[in-house]
Nanobody, 119 residues
Framework: VQLQASGGGLVQPGGSLRLSCAAS????????LGWYRQAPGKQREFVAA???????AYAPSVKGRFTISRDNAKNTMYLQMSSLKPEDTAVYYC??????????????WGQGTQVTVSS
């Protein structure tokens, strides 16, 4: 399984950004998918997850601002981030779990993409 994250960059506070994660080597539509992030000097933390049945889960810190989605036809997952804050600055990682119902998918990890929120 290979996961390729993209879409990171520099954005001003209050701005928006969309991350993408392309997957290969897996039966994408039956897998659970997720995003984690790690800020400098902090532990990696859960951001959001979407199950094979399209149930979603979010960390309290991003709920209402971030939206996770998936396009099974393109084997791609997205994280739409809005109302970004400086504390959202981190390396964002996409993940996949073989168990389609998992809301903490961590079986496979992609490389990270840097998101920096700064004026």
């Amino acid at each position: 399984v290979q996961l390729q994250a993209s879409g990171g960059g520099l954005v001003q506070p209050g701005g928006s950004l969309r991350l993408s994660c392309a997957a290969s080597g897996a039966r994408f539509r039956v897998k659970a998918l997720g995003w984690y992030r790690q800020a400098p000097g902090k532990q990696r933390e859960f951001v959001a997850a979407i199950t094979a049945g399209r149930n979603t889960a979010y960390a309290p810190s991003v709920k209402g601002r971030f939206t996770i989605s998936r396009d099974n036809a393109k084997n791609t997952m997205y994280l739409q981030m809005s109302s970004l804050k400086p504390e959202d600055t981190a390396v964002y990682y996409c993940t996949l779990a073989d168990q389609g119902s998992s809301i903490t998918p961590q079986d496979y990890w992609g490389q990270g993409t840097q998101v920096t929120v700064s004026s």
